[in-house]
């Protein structure tokens, strides 16, 4: 079973709009991050937020993180072309080692 | 550079066959991790281990068995392949922390096609 659930599953918008996606999750976390795929190739790793931690900024991605709602959200802004990718939260909960589970993924198309 | 690698990246059986995906990392990474990914179902954790000797099952180890001789390879196989286990099979490593896990990095992913 998924720990993280993404929506919307798939966003389609124009090169210069912001992207926003969705993750939310069921059990406590230590932290939660966000990955990036492209087309064919394995995950990269965005950014990650600490359970103590309610939003992280890295370059146009701005993270935000609610432990009482269960849910974070991943902001893109101003897209480019390039972030056409399937975007994935993963949680490490809190009594699952080091482990992270990962959600279905939200399929981001930018349209040029 | 440190980077993980896997092979082959495209594999096509038969069904019964036992086939071993191989994955080598140079991150002197304790963790590593085995997942399958399906349309609908994201990434799956299949196997993983927390360093030599170690392994444990996860989500969906049933037809699969891994072995940790050493900390840099964690082979993945099939004792005999079925249509089920079609898949594209992702390896991924991690440092070991307490208090929460870290980044983990994974490898370009084997797509596996078993007929």
């Known amino acids: 079973s998924q720990q993280g659930e993404e929506d919307p599953q798939a966003l389609s918008i124009q090169e210069g709009e912001n992207a926003t996606m969705n993750c939310s999750y069921k059990?406590?976390?230590?932290?939660l991050q966000w990955y990036r795929q492209n087309s064919g190739r394995g995950l990269v790793h965005l950014i990650l937020i600490r359970s103590n931690e309610r939003e992280k900024h890295s370059g146009r991605l701005r993270v935000t993180l609610d432990t009482s709602k269960k849910s974070s959200s991943l902001l893109i802004t101003a897209s480019r072309a390039a972030d056409t990718a399937s975007y994935f939260c993963?949680?490490?909960?809190?009594?699952?080692?080091?482990?992270?589970?990962f959600g279905g993924g939200t399929r981001l198309m930018v349209k040029p | 550079d440190a980077e993980i690698t896997q092979s082959p990246r495209h594999k096509i059986t038969e069904t019964g066959r036992q086939v071993t995906l191989a994955c080598h990392q140079t991150?002197?990474?304790?963790?590593m991790f085995w997942y399958r990914q399906d349309l609908g179902h994201g990434l799956r954790l299949i196997h993983y281990s927390y360093g030599v000797q170690d392994t444990n099952k996860g989500e969906v180890s049933d037809g699969y068995s891994v072995s940790r001789s050493n900390t840099e390879d964690l082979p993945l196989t099939l004792e005999s392949a079925a249509s089920s286990q079609t898949s594209v099979y992702f390896c991924?490593?991690?440092?070991?922390?307490?208090?929460?896990?870290?980044?983990?990095?994974f490898g370009p992913g084997t797509r596996l096609t078993v007929l």
């Open positions: 993963a949680t490490d909960a809190w009594n699952a080692g080091n482990m992270l589970t």
């Open positions: 059990t406590s976390i230590n932290n």
């Open positions: 991924a490593s991690s440092e070991s922390r307490l208090g929460g896990t870290d980044t983990q990095y």
């Open positions: 991150w002197n990474h304790n963790n």
